[in-house]
């Protein structure tokens, strides 16, 4: 029954990555303009004059020809992403997309992944406890404290943070994620570097986030805690800890397992504020600065990405809980 479980939804998520993946191709195209006419019309602008049939020949051998037959575009769209091909960027050109992901990537990964993790851990240990003993002073303080904190803008805090740290105490750098007069590679002062441009924005992603999985945590466990297989463990003897931690928290913690895995999948994403504000070389600042130079080659890729990023993390998080919960498994 499990295995019937996984295949069917193994099955759904296939579905869903094919029609991103066409949603992906279609939507640039119905956009007006494309690549190859924006390059013909800059390159026009520049020069003063009409640009030879030769060269409008190779643009639109590079970026595609968007008069050609539609069927034909999306195959050989399907056969440029079966060599891992997302094409070539425009603003970069003749860098491909792919180098420019896999390049802000990594940076993505280490500052919204690691701080994801660390909200999330923060949040859903602190919220079992104040769940644990509502009314207690502990509850009391955290509950009004981080539900304020969750009503004040994420924005407002980078820039507050970034305004004291940076500016008035210059604690931190203002803006990257290293220091652009050392050689990139594995050194010590290179990590130094890359350790001081992060702890800020890091900061202000657990600072921001933590409350919301708190408050989730807590009023899940108080709910959790009136549920007879808690009383009856309790009855048992059983450590207050024990209960706490394998009976109330368990079963409390799932809706907030959903949430983690969709944060971790939205992860590759980046949190596009941060990096924003920060100017940190990440996916969410690549995105941005496509979006503003109009790169539709490089939105694509970032997109099919960001959307393949967050079916994974909902499949893993389905296969979680078919370990987790039981009743799954037994439905299956």
């Given at each position: 029954?499990?295995?019937?479980?996984?295949?069917?939804?193994?099955?759904?998520?296939?579905?869903?990555?094919?029609?991103?993946?066409?949603?992906?191709?279609?939507?640039?195209?119905?956009?007006?303009?494309?690549?190859?006419?924006?390059?013909?019309?800059?390159?026009?602008?520049?020069?003063?004059?009409?640009?030879?049939?030769?060269?409008?020949?190779?643009?639109?051998?590079?970026?595609?020809?968007?008069?050609?037959?539609?069927?034909?575009?999306?195959?050989?769209?399907?056969?440029?992403?079966?060599?891992?091909?997302?094409?070539?960027?425009?603003?970069?050109?003749?860098?491909?997309?792919?180098?420019?992901?896999?390049?802000?990537?990594?940076?993505?990964?280490?500052?919204?992944?690691?701080?994801?993790?660390?909200?999330?851990?923060?949040?859903?240990?602190?919220?079992?406890?104040?769940?644990?003993?509502?009314?207690?002073?502990?509850?009391?303080?955290?509950?009004?404290?981080?539900?304020?904190?969750?009503?004040?803008?994420?924005?407002?805090?980078?820039?507050?943070?970034?305004?004291?740290?940076?500016?008035?105490?210059?604690?931190?750098?203002?803006s990257g994620g290293y220091d652009a007069d050392l050689p990139q590679g594995f050194s010590l002062a290179y990590a130094v570097s890359v350790l001081h441009h992060g702890v800020?924005?890091?900061?202000?992603?657990?600072?921001?986030?933590?409350?919301?999985?708190?408050?989730?945590?807590?009023?899940?466990?108080?709910?959790?805690?009136?549920?007879?297989?808690?009383?009856?463990?309790?009855?048992?003897?059983?450590?207050?800890?024990?209960?706490?931690?394998?009976?109330?928290?368990?079963?409390?913690?799932?809706?907030?397992f959903t949430g983690f895995a969709m944060a971790l999948g939205g992860v590759v994403g980046g949190a596009l504020l941060t990096e924003i504000v920060f100017s940190y070389?990440?996916?969410?600042?690549?995105?941005?600065?496509?979006?503003?130079?109009?790169?539709?080659?490089?939105?694509?890729?970032?997109?099919?990405?960001?959307?393949?990023?967050?079916?994974?993390?909902?499949?893993?998080?389905?296969?979680?809980?078919?370990?987790?919960?039981?009743?799954?498994?037994?439905?299956?």
């Amino acid at each position: 029954m499990r295995w019937t479980f996984l295949a069917r939804r193994l099955g759904f998520y296939l579905a869903a990555a094919a029609a991103a993946i066409g949603l992906n191709f279609l939507l640039p195209r119905l956009m007006p303009g494309d690549p190859s006419s924006a390059i013909v019309e800059e390159l026009e602008r520049v020069s003063g004059q009409q640009v030879p049939a030769e060269t409008l020949l190779s643009i639109r051998a590079i970026f595609g020809n968007p008069h050609a037959n539609l069927a034909q575009q999306f195959a050989d769209y399907l056969r440029q992403l079966s060599h891992g091909d997302l094409g070539v960027s425009v603003v970069n050109f003749p860098v491909p997309v792919a180098d420019l992901v896999w390049q802000a990537l990594p940076w993505t990964l280490l500052l919204v992944g690691t701080t994801t993790i660390t909200a999330f851990a923060i949040g859903t240990l602190l919220g079992v406890v104040a769940g644990w003993k509502a009314g207690s002073r502990l509850d009391a303080i955290l509950t009004p404290f981080t539900t304020f904190l969750s009503s004040v803008p994420y924005f407002w805090v980078a820039l507050l943070a970034l305004w004291i740290f940076g500016f008035v105490l210059g604690w931190t750098p203002l803006s990257g994620g290293y220091d652009a007069d050392l050689p990139q590679g594995f050194s010590l002062a290179y990590a130094v570097s890359v350790l001081h441009h992060g702890v800020l924005p890091a900061a202000t992603i657990v600072f921001s986030a933590f409350g919301g999985w708190l408050l989730g945590m807590r009023n899940m466990t108080v709910t959790t805690v009136r549920e007879d297989y808690v009383l009856l463990a309790q009855a048992k003897g059983l450590s207050p800890k024990r209960v706490m931690l394998r009976y109330a928290a368990r079963n409390a913690m799932l809706p907030s397992f959903t949430g983690f895995a969709m944060a971790l999948g939205g992860v590759v994403g980046g949190a596009l504020l941060t990096e924003i504000v920060f100017s940190y070389p990440g996916i969410g600042y690549l995105l941005y600065e496509s979006l503003q130079k109009r790169d539709y080659p490089m939105m694509q890729g970032v997109f099919l990405l960001i959307t393949l990023a967050v079916l994974l993390a909902n499949l893993v998080a389905d296969l979680a809980y078919v370990l987790l919960d039981p009743r799954i498994r037994a439905r299956g």
